[in-house]
């Protein structure tokens, strides 16, 4: 059973930085493409990032250039490093594989804890 834990979010001013880390297990990580996502109070679940397994990174037009989404395959973990944080990024963050037919959705709709992010203006 394939398990995701997020962590590393927290309260933050407009233009901080914080680092988010998902560690998965129950599955061969450095297989698949990993994705972030983020759910604001009220709103649908949205795609953030990408990064396959080779390395090759996506990002949401509204983070792009400020968000930055890495792996280490050797701990199974993915990260998001989220720089100038805006107050409109304030969501519960999630991570899971993606679908490899259906690129931009989730494989599973199993989801862990997910680790709330909060930008305060």
């Known amino acids: 059973q394939v398990q995701l834990v997020e962590s590393g979010g927290g309260l933050v001013q407009a233009g901080g930085s914080l680092r988010l880390s998902c560690a998965a297990s129950?599955?061969?990580?450095?297989?698949?493409?990993m994705g972030w996502f983020r759910q604001a109070p009220g709103k649908q679940r949205e795609l953030v990032a990408t990064?396959?397994?080779?390395?090759?990174?996506n990002y949401a037009d509204s983070v792009k250039g400020r968000f930055t989404i890495s792996r280490d395959n050797a701990k199974n973990t993915v990260y998001l490093q989220m720089n100038s944080l805006k107050p409109e990024d304030t969501a519960v963050y999630y991570c899971?594989?993606?679908?490899?037919?259906?690129?931009?959705?989730?494989?599973?709709?199993?989801w862990g804890q997910g680790t709330q992010v909060t930008v305060s203006s």
């Open positions: 899971n594989r993606m679908n490899p037919v259906l690129t931009t959705r989730a494989m599973s709709d199993s």
């Open positions: 129950g599955t061969i990580f450095s297989l698949h493409t």
């Open positions: 990064i396959t397994n080779g390395g090759t990174t």
